[in-house]
C-alpha cells in the first residue's frame, strides 16, 4: 500500500484561493502518478486532477480546468493541488491516491482521511 497524507484544506469565500498537499514516503512516492479526487455530501467520489510520476503528464476534470494546478516535487514527496476562483460547488473532502502510470489504476484500495475544503458565497 502505498500510503498519502492530504492537508491544506479550510474555509474560504467563493472565488478565494487554496493550495492542497498529499505527502508520501519518499522511498516509494516517486514510482506512482497521484490523483487528487473529492466527494461532496450525497454524492460518489470523483477525479479532479492527475499527475504522472515524472510531472510530465497531467489530466484536470472539465470542472478544474483553467482554476486548479496539479503539481509534484519528488525530493519531498509532495504533490501539490493550487485551487484558484474557488466555487461554494468545490466544498468537498479532498483525497489523493498513488496511481498506476500505465493505466491510471488506484494503486491500492485504501483510502486516506482527507481534507475538507469549504467554499462559501
Known amino acids: 500500500q502505498v500510503q498519502l497524507v492530504e492537508s491544506g484544506g479550510g474555509t474560504v469565500q467563493a472565488g478565494g484561493s487554496l493550495r492542497l498537499s498529499c505527502l508520501g514516503d519518499?522511498?516509494?512516492?516517486?514510482?506512482?502518478?497521484v490523483g487528487w479526487f473529492r466527494q461532496a455530501p450525497g454524492k460518489e467520489r470523483e477525479l479532479v486532477a492527475r499527475?504522472?510520476?515524472?510531472?510530465?503528464?497531467?489530466f484536470y476534470a472539465e470542472s478544474a480546468q483553467g482554476r486548479f494546478v496539479i503539481s509534484r516535487d519528488n525530493s519531498v514527496a509532495t504533490v501539490y493541488l493550487q485551487m484558484n476562483s474557488l466555487r461554494p460547488e468545490d466544498t468537498a473532502v479532498y483525497y489523493c491516491h498513488a496511481l498506476y502510470d500505465e493505466d491510471w489504476s488506484l494503486a491500492g484500495d485504501s483510502w486516506g482521511q482527507g481534507t475538507q475544503v469549504t467554499v462559501f458565497s
Open positions: 499527475i504522472s510520476w515524472a510531472g510530465g503528464r497531467e
Open positions: 519518499k522511498r516509494t512516492f516517486a514510482s506512482y502518478g
